[in-house]
Each structure stands twice: as C-alpha cells, then as structure tokens.
C-alpha cells in the first residue's frame, strides 16, 4: 500500500471521481481524431482559460485537426467544381451545341422554302384578270344565289352516283364482272 508513503512524502491520495476526470481527458485525446469532438472541445477549453492551460495538449491537437479538415473541405469542393466542369465540356457543351445547331437549321430550311401565295394577292390577281365570279369579286349577292349552285352540284352527285349503281347492276345481270 502506497498510502504510508505517499502522506509522508506530501503527496496526497486522488479519488476515484479525479481518476475517471483523467480518464476521460485521455480519451478525448485518442478521440479529437474526429472533426466533431475537436470543435466541441475547442469551444470548452476557450470558454475556460485554465482547462485550456492545463491540457494545451489537447487544445493545438484539435486546432490542427479542424484546419485539416477545413483543407479537406476546400479540397473537395475544388474536386466537385473540377468533375462539373468536365461533365458540362463532356455532355453539356455538345448537347447545347447540337440543340443551337437544330434550332439554327430550322431556321435556314424554312427560309429556304418558296414563299406561300397570299390569299389577298390571289384574290386580287383574279378580280384584275376578270375571271372572278359574282362571289368572288364580292359583289351583292343574295344567300339564295350561293345555296343555288351548291344544290345543283349536290343533284349532280346524286345523279352521277346513281348512273353508276345503275350500270354496275346491268353488268351483273349480263354475267359480266363489275369493276
């Protein structure tokens, strides 16, 4: 036993509460390893001058680890604006190129197709050469005269369909093949 000793020599006996204070503070050492732990322990020992004092130790090891962490953070956001970059030159480039090229020949081709004839023009070419109609030189007419042709045309088509019916069934009745 190591009381005699101690209390001889001046020393005096450390409890159990002080032991497992030690402890601890030597787990945190082997754990500032880890970005988290370090900036909770910088902000614990900052707030007290004297825990600071005493274990320095630890205060400059997690120091070091958050600003090894920070470069690491730097650095990988270098990396991630390095890869966007080269996806954007290997895909983006070439898809708005293409899209832009597209976009531009659609252009050149519908300017290359021949004008469309105006309606209006058409209209006044007609009515210059005399070949318009009373409906199409836009004279007075009466809606009876516009149904009136229609009508005709229709009685026409029905005449004409029924010819056809006509000389189909004759052929048949004949022993020939209608078509």
């Not at 910088?42 to 600003?67: D, N, P």
């Not at 290997?90 to 832009?100: D, K, M, S």
Request: aromatic share 4%; charged share 30%.
């Amino acid at each position: 036993m190591q009381n005699d000793g101690e209390m001889r020599a001046g020393k005096r006996r450390r409890s159990l509460v002080e032991v497992e204070e030690e402890r601890v503070w030597a787990s945190l050492y082997r754990r500032t390893a880890d970005p988290m732990i370090a900036a909770e322990l910088v902000a614990h020992l900052e707030k007290s001058g004297e825990l600071r004092f005493q274990h320095s130790g630890l205060y400059l090891r997690c120091k070091q680890v958050l600003r090894r962490e920070k470069a690491r953070q730097v650095r990988l956001r270098k990396i991630g604006a390095g890869i966007r970059w080269a996806f954007h030159m290997v895909i983006g480039a070439p898809l708005g190129f293409t899209g832009r090229l597209i976009r531009n020949m659609g252009a050149v081709i519908l300017a290359s197709l021949p004008e469309r004839e105006d309606r209006a023009a058409a209209q006044l070419h007609r009515l210059k050469s005399g070949s318009a109609s009373q409906v199409d030189a836009g004279e007075d007419v009466s809606p009876s005269e516009i149904v009136h042709p229609l009508r005709e045309q229709a009685a026409t088509e029905s005449r004409h369909q029924a010819n056809i019916g006509a000389s189909q069934r004759s052929t048949r009745r004949a022993g020939g093949r209608a078509r």
